[in-house]
């Protein structure tokens, strides 16, 4: 991909992420993000073929401007499933607040906008990913609740740290970010650990 190239596809992306954190929850039609690049829908197209391609790379293209895998470092790191757990938590839950004006916008579009919705699955499975190698640390460590088998457990982590669920937290609630974290870590702890209890017993 040639250097011009490459720099319009940027100017493409960040034209399109500036627009989806400033508009109200509406649609951003291919010929609003055009304008703001400065290029015609024609060449617009030529990038991104498909809107839903042009969101998803948005998308992606947060993650790497803002070092989601240097953030996820600590966590794929980990020497233990528990120490795993404490890192996602952290890299994950710290994100929500970077992304939520893009986040806020998909997930108001995503229910009438196909395009939308594709990106923000693109999103959600990663972060599901994410969670699934924690409960597989858990579950190698002999640490993960036999109550749950390890899909089920998945399941249950990636819908605690839903980026709903963080609104609600913050701004129903009144949480501050950093007791939405230690309610994270001792709530999925409770949760999913074995219960050790009375091993003694």
Known sequence: MSTRRTKTREKILLAAWKLLEASPPISVRMSDIAKE??????????????????????????????????RLAPSRSAKSGAERLDAFIEAWGNYIPEI????????AMKDTD???????????????????????????DG???????????????????????WEQYRFECGFSQRTYIKTM?????????????????
């Open 37 to 70: 690049t400065g290029i015609s829908r024609q060449a617009l197209y030529q990038h991104f073929p498909a809107r839903s391609e042009l969101l998803i790379a948005t998308a992606r293209y947060l993650d790497e401007v803002k070092d989601v895998d240097v």
């Open 100 to 107: 939520y004006g893009v986040a806020k916008a998909f997930l």
């Open 114 to 140: 196909p395009a939308v919705a594709a990106a923000w699955e693109d999103r959600m499975q990663a972060v599901k990913h994410g969670c699934n190698a924690v409960i597989l640390a858990l579950k190698k």
């Open 143 to 165: 640490t993960l609740s036999p109550n749950f088998p390890p899909k089920k457990a998945t399941d249950i982590l990636w819908t605690m740290l839903s980026v709903r669920n």
């Open 185 to 201: 870590k001792q709530v999925s702890k409770r949760l999913l650990f074995i219960d050790t209890t009375n091993s003694n017993k």
